[in-house]
């Protein structure tokens, strides 16, 4: 079964306006840790967000936010203010169990994010 | 800066003939991983060290080794390369310590082609 889901393969938004891009999970440790990645074209992979299972609020860091709903088991990511530059493609990730047991990351198969000018 | 750096950003060789990505970090972290990412693909992990440990996937091929001689630097060997080798590979590392949420820190990547 998918533990990580990522239903939009492609997402089209204009320059300046928000755009969510989702994620759902699955997952039966209590404890576990949800990532956003952003890939450009270069092919580095870009840490943006992280959202802990225990987290009582919703990560935020600058333009990008984390929509966690811990009872449907999904970790939308959105973007505010979406610049040219944030054209590329976005992964989400989970990491089951604590931390110290070496943080093995299972990713989505992503969401191309195109930022129309 | 601290970073996560690999050698070399593009890298060709021949059909079986064995191949050694490098991957060094000046972060310190304790864990290195190795992602292989293939077109259009989300990255799979290949195999981690924790310290010292080696911990393999599954269902990663046996053509596929790793060495990590210190904590600064950790080695892909493809012993025979295939077609289907053919991908981008992706170092990362973390720091992980327990109650942390430590993101893992990627290289940019080296990109694997076989002729």
């Known amino acids: 079964a998918q533990k990580i889901t990522q239903t939009q393969p492609g997402m089209f938004v204009q320059e300046k306006e928000a755009v969510t891009l989702d994620c759902t999970y699955d997952?039966?440790?209590?404890?576990?840790?949800l990532f956003w990645y952003k890939q450009p074209s270069s092919g580095e992979m870009i840490f943006l967000i992280y959202?802990?299972?225990?987290?009582?609020q919703n990560a935020t860091e600058g333009r990008y936010s984390l929509n966690f709903q811990k009872a449907r088991k999904s970790a939308n990511l959105v973007i505010s203010a979406s610049q040219l530059g944030d054209s590329a493609m976005y992964f989400c990730?989970?990491?089951?169990?604590?931390?110290?047991?070496?943080?093995?990351?299972?990713f989505g198969q992503g969401t191309e994010l195109s930022v129309k000018p | 800066d601290a970073m996560v750096i690999q050698n070399p950003r593009y890298q060709v060789t021949q059909f079986g003939k064995p191949v050694t990505l490098s991957c060094s970090q000046t972060l310190n972290h304790n864990v290195m991983y190795w992602y292989q990412q293939k077109s259009s693909q989300a990255p799979k992990l290949l195999f981690h060290y924790y310290d010292k440990d080696f911990n393999n996937e599954a269902d990663t091929p046996d053509n596929f080794q790793s060495r990590r001689p210190n904590t600064s630097f950790c080695f892909l060997d493809i012993r025979s390369p295939g077609l289907g080798d053919a991908a981008m590979y992706l170092c990362a590392t973390s720091y992980t310590r327990q109650g942390g949420n430590q993101p893992q820190h990627f290289g940019d990547g080296t990109r694997l082609s076989i002729l």
């Open positions: 997952t039966s440790d209590p404890s576990y840790g």
């Open positions: 959202q802990g299972s225990y987290d009582q």
């Open positions: 990730a989970m990491r089951e169990g604590e931390d110290n047991q070496g943080g093995k990351l299972i």
